[in-house]
């Protein structure tokens, strides 16, 4: 984010008013790193000391644009920013960083201020600055609060949560017992996707506490972290339930005929949910704004409907971009959000991580993008005509409830809903075979919503003037105020005298209308400008008085002007005034209909989504197809040339597609061998993709797919430490692991990319083997596990379900060529050296890699230069798994002769002299396994 700093350099803080500033910058309490401070100087902001050095450079780009106030030790950074780069700087924070901002204002003068804080701002409360983060704008983003309140029940570790949707006003709580490690709630957190969780002071430190000695990386503000949530730090006071459900009576909406009771509302008796919730409406100051007052919703949060994604999945699948990444095929969101409104692409935020788990609701989704992808003219007229016109409905509501709607809110809400007829209409016309679907799931309850909005549209087509709206100009309807009409009228007669006024100055000043403007600002008014090559014209010209002077020229005003600006500006004011009356009556009307507009956005949401799934799937070079889904009860997953989404669609990519087969009375356990760079990870995330999409009700990318239902898609891809949370390469993998293993069923997913190579050759091979076989065995869950622990194929031969594919390859000359497609059996080799040689390594780097290897494995007799490798390999695998079975007999023969030895009293010399005929034994055997173990362990053989 780079900005121009020329135009803050001419801004400096005035000598008078640093020595009082200086005095209360100084009182300021400590704050974290991630929370700046923006003071508001009317017409310029700074931040200053540390905040005035990050600005500098991550605003700027440049300390030149630093200055500084006293002297000294009290010597302080500061720098200046115009109204257009602080707000650039608040949307970096905010909606990019994830930091907080708290802005100061100034309550009195310059030489006597009294600073005060305004407002506040973090990812999770955005309200007081949405004006500024969206303007007019229809963009907007979801912005989720989270709070945690941790206690037990009967024994049991219990999580309460809350979550509060500040644009739909929706509250959503939820309680559920959770393990030490906290995996239920990261499953949570990550679904539901909140900018910012809140979390008792104490209750987190015991968390973090008592996890800790078991492993670092599972403590609550770990947990939390590593979903990429902003965690705010709360007293533990703030989380009391105490008088939450006397708030909420007030808070919430509460049907016409019922009592305005909270404590007769089921949620509202799970305590610790009870005790979260009042973290956030302390956090927000709910209670202080009677704005918020019976304007909320609150229901139990029902996550068991979704597919259970852990943040490994999240990450492994792509599922969201990466930070600041610009490329829309870098994940799953950006190659589906097709969508034309604002608030589908919010809705889809959500839904994309929480795929559903009901059969019947996945269908009804297929259904409907079926019938855009095969009506093609229905796909376009909604997208490119109707949908594009709809209004952020919930955005408009929001400014309803603060009162601070103004006339162009309501002349996008009349055209909106004139426009929905038209969208009926067209969604009716259908004749596809899913036309029920579209009736039950748009047509209908758009009707019915529309239906009550009559009087709302009466009562804006007699208030607005709709002809001059059309034309960008939004003003009360003449004949709605006598009041009104007469200031109007007041007005334009104002005008045309200036207007008069500027033919006599052009005359005067033998200037055209080119050279002399008649301009006006809000701040101003109505003045004279001229370009300050024609700035002479006027010099010793006592009949008109210089306002200022700039780069966009010489502004002034004549004596007649002056006096008829100030009249116009008068009655300006005294227009607004009587107009804000009436735009306030018209909002009392508009309230009422609040929850019209909420179910319309919602409506509207799922259909741009759907609609956004049929542009997708029909825009790429090889079009996705409808899965057939399954009850998880059939156990079965089959995908023919299975593409990974996101991959193949970057430049200069040709991708290999593969097929992938699950059953439960089959194989349901797949170990991938091949070379490194083969195309394993490619291939089992492309499995992942295609379950997620298919369960989100998209099309996918295949020739065929038949999906049983998932409950959950578990991940353990990748290798790499994360210093931050004090989490070395191996804790990441086990942590990773050990939330497979307790939450995996025989309806999951799971995908494992690499396990046990953050530890010792032999202690990560047993690990790898060990939930292997634990998976395979006792959780019958479906799984592709890639590997380069060869000997881990071995385990098809001890389980039944358990199958080896490989990626190709082919060697000629010792270059390696990958093909990149999936075929039976076992790879033994990952070409890591030729891999090496593909990057240039230095040649004799090469050679003592090759002579390491030499001495460790002999594959001289299982490749064939200038063959397709697969061919061997399963004969290779089968003959070091023999070498080994070789290896252990002889030890363990070994082992046996030398108890026996013992049993019989032998000495130290005769033990002696039975070592070395083992070791004569073992040279007579030539057996690789054991003079590896051995050289392992220091043992030369002579």
Avoid at 890 to 900: E, H, S, Y
Wanted: proline fraction near 3%.
């Amino acid at each position: 984010m780079e900005r121009d700093g020329d135009e803050n350099q001419a801004i400096k803080i005035d000598a008078s008013e640093e020595k009082p500033f200086l005095s209360f910058f100084a009182k300021l309490p400590e704050k974290p790193a991630t929370t700046i401070r923006i003071f508001d100087h009317d017409d310029y902001y700074t931040c200053h000391g540390a905040d005035a050095v990050f600005a500098a450079n991550e605003l700027f780009h440049s300390k030149a644009v630093l200055k500084f106030m006293g002297s000294g030790g009290k010597k302080v950074e500061y720098v200046t920013m115009s109204k257009t780069n602080f707000e650039a700087f608040l949307r970096d924070l905010l909606l990019v960083r994830q930091y907080r901002v708290e802005m100061f204002i100034n309550h009195g003068t310059k030489s006597n201020p009294n600073w005060e804080l305004g407002h506040t701002g973090s990812p999770g409360n955005l309200f007081q600055f949405e004006d500024v983060l969206f303007g007019s704008s229809s963009q907007s983003v979801s912005s989720l609060l989270a709070a945690i309140k941790f206690g037990q029940d009967q024994g049991q570790k219990t999580v309460g949560l809350a979550v509060l949707d500040p644009g739909a006003r929706h509250i959503f709580v939820k309680e559920f017992p959770d393990n030490e490690t906290f995996s239920a709630l990261e499953a949570v957190l990550v679904q539901i996707d909140p900018k910012e969780c809140l979390i008792p002071v104490e209750n987190a430190g015991k968390a973090a506490e008592s996890t800790s000695k078991a492993s670092p990386g599972t403590s609550v503000s770990g947990i939390v972290e590593r979903a990429g949530i902003l965690v705010s730090s709360l007293p533990k006071a703030d989380f009391s339930s105490k008088d939450v459900v006397q708030d909420l009576s007030r808070l919430l909406k509460f049907k016409k005929g019922t009592l305005a009771d909270a404590a007769v509302i089921p949620e509202t008796q799970k305590l610790f949910a009870m005790g979260a919730l009042a973290g956030i409406i302390k956090f927000l100051k709910l209670m202080s704004d009677e704005s918020n007052f019976s304007t909320y919703k609150i229901q139990e949060l029902n996550s068991s409907t979704w597919m259970r994604l852990d943040a490994a999945a999240v990450k492994a699948l792509n599922v969201l971009p990466l930070p600041n990444e610009s490329s829309k095929t870098g994940s799953l969101l950006g190659i589906l959000s097709k969508c034309r409104t604002a608030q589908g692409q919010r809705r889809l935020r959500q839904w994309i991580k929480q795929p559903l788990t009901d059969v019947n609701k996945i269908e009804e989704r297929l259904n409907v993008v079926e019938t855009f992808v095969m009506d093609t003219s229905l796909k376009l007229s909604l997208r490119e005509d109707m949908l594009r016109k709809l209004p952020d409905f919930q955005r408009i509501k929001k400014r309803l409830l603060t009162g601070s709607a103004n006339l162009q809110d309501y002349y996008r809400l009349y055209t909106s809903l004139n426009g929905i007829p038209s969208l009926l209409s067209s969604l009716s016309a259908n004749e596809g075979t899913h036309i029920s679907t579209i009736d039950a799931m748009f047509v209908q309850p758009l009707q019915q919503q529309f239906v009550g909005t009559s009087k709302l549209l009466q009562m804006i087509e007699f208030s607005v003037d709709l002809d001059k709206a059309a034309n960008g100009e939004f003003v009360i309807k003449t004949g709605v105020d006598e009041d009104l009409d007469g200031l109007l009228e007041e007005l334009s007669n104002l005008a045309a005298a200036m207007k008069a006024d500027w033919d006599v100055v052009m005359k005067d000043l033998q200037l055209d209308s080119k050279s002399l403007k008649l301009e006006s600002t809000d701040q101003l008014g109505y003045f004279y400008r001229v370009t300050m090559k024609d700035e002479k014209t006027l010099r010793n010209n006592s009949k008109y008085k210089m306002i200022d002077a700039n780069k966009a020229g010489f502004r002034f005003a004549s004596g007649t002007l002056k006096r008829l600006n100030a009249e116009y500006m008068t009655a300006k004011k005294s227009y607004n005034e009587q107009e804000v009356t009436i735009v306030k009556e018209l909002c009392k009307v508009a309230v009422t209909y609040l929850d019209t507009m909420q179910a319309i956005n919602d409506i509207t949401a799922e259909l741009d989504i759907l609609c956004a799934f049929a542009a997708a799937a029909t825009s790429v070079p090889i079009p996705y197809v409808r899965p057939k889904i399954l009850p998880a009860s059939e156990g079965r997953i089959s995908l023919v040339n299975a593409r990974h989404p996101c991959l193949e669609l970057q430049d200069g990519i040709s991708f290999i597609p593969n097929s992938a087969e699950f059953r439960h009375d089959g194989k349901r356990f797949w170990i991938i061998t091949g070379p490194n760079m083969g195309g394993k990870s490619t291939f089992i995330r492309s499995v992942g993709c295609a379950v997620l999409m298919a369960q989100l009700g998209s099309f996918v990318a295949c020739d065929e797919a038949v999906i049983s239902v998932r409950d959950g898609i578990l991940a353990r891809v990748g290798a790499g430490d994360d210093a931050t949370r004090g989490v070395s390469t191996f804790m990441a993998e086990m942590l990773d692991a050990a939330a497979i293993l307790r939450s995996a069923t025989d309806k999951s997913l799971i995908i494992i990319d690499e396990l046990g190579r953050g530890t010792s050759t032999y202690d990560g091979f047993g690990l790898a083997w060990g939930i292997s076989e634990h998976i395979a065995r006792k959780l019958a869950s479906f799984c592709l596990f890639a590997t380069h622990f060869h000997e881990l194929t071995a385990l098809d031969d001890e389980v039944d379900c358990v199958g080896n594919v490989h990626v190709s390859a082919v060697t000629s000359n010792d270059q390696l060529t990958l093909l990149y497609e999936v075929k039976p059996g076992v790879c033994d080799q990952s070409f890591g050296i030729h891999v090496a040689e593909m990057v240039k390594f230095p040649v004799e780097v090469i050679q003592d890699a090759r002579r390491k290897l030499a001495l460790l494995e002999d594959f001289s007799s299982d490749v064939v230069k200038g063959t397709e490798l697969e061919g061997s390999t399963a004969e290779a695998a089968k003959r070091r798994r023999e070498t080994k079975e070789a290896g252990r007999k002889l030890i363990a023969d070994f082992v046996g002769k030398m108890k026996q030895y013992k049993k019989e009293g032998m000495s130290a010399e005769e033990a002696f002299l039975k070592m070395q005929e083992m070791k004569r034994l073992i040279l007579t055997e030539d057996n690789l396994y054991v003079k590896d173990l051995l050289a392992r362990n220091g043992i030369q053989l002579n």
